[in-house]
């Protein structure tokens, strides 16, 4: 097995894999689903990150401007794994893996591959446990497909993000100036 960090030994989950409806604390109904052909739903995407507000933007993404943010997409589209969270049929959050390779081919055997994780909720959909919902079902769906090695980064100030990332079983791998990096082993 490649790789650059270190996994915890354990594997985290299970966890469900979308689609699924579920209720958030403010009464909402919320769907959550797999966007495995990113194409059909990047406009609706493109409308969220438009919407997002510039300054819960974390380590430049996502970034600002639509051309900015759909070449953004449409970059990582092709290998990216998607899963989106949708109120009244409008994209309210998104999560993504994102392989840590320039190789293509080893995409192919993504067991071997370890993935980049980022996850964005809408401000006035935030502290709804929509968060929670979207990251674990991103999970479930990696660990379906073949995944086991996922990794992010958050800034170390941002308690409630990595009071989630814990709470899923990500555990903390190392730290650069004012990011924390931290790992997830998928069973």
Do not use: C, K
């Not at 493109?46 to 449409?74: C, H, K, S």
């Not at 320039?102 to 591959?113: G, H, K, Q, T």
């Not at 674990?136 to 995944?147: D, V």
């Amino acid at each position: 097995m490649a790789g650059t960090r270190p996994y915890p030994d354990d594997p985290a989950g299970p966890f469900p894999a979308p689609p699924t409806s579920f209720e958030d604390r403010d009464g909402r109904t919320i769907e959550i689903q797999a966007s495995d052909d990113f194409e059909t739903t990047l406009e609706d995407v493109v409308e969220m990150y438009v919407e997002f507000d510039p300054t819960d933007r974390a380590q430049g993404i996502p970034p600002t401007g639509e051309q900015r943010i759909r070449n953004w997409l449409e970059t990582i589209a092709t290998h990216s794994i998607n899963v989106v969270a949708s109120h009244d049929g409008a994209v309210i959050g998104h999560a993504m893996l994102v392989p840590d390779t320039s190789d293509p081919d080893a995409i192919d055997d993504r067991a071997d591959v370890e993935w980049e994780l980022a996850i964005f909720v809408l401000q006035e959909y935030q502290r709804a446990g929509i968060g929670t919902q979207l990251l674990e079902h991103l999970l479930g769906h990696a660990s379906e497909i073949g995944i086991e090695r996922v990794w992010l980064t958050v800034e170390r100030w941002n308690n409630p993000a990595i009071a989630l990332y814990e709470r899923v079983g990500f555990e903390a791998t190392g730290t650069e100036s004012f990011e924390q990096e931290m790992a997830i082993r998928l069973g």
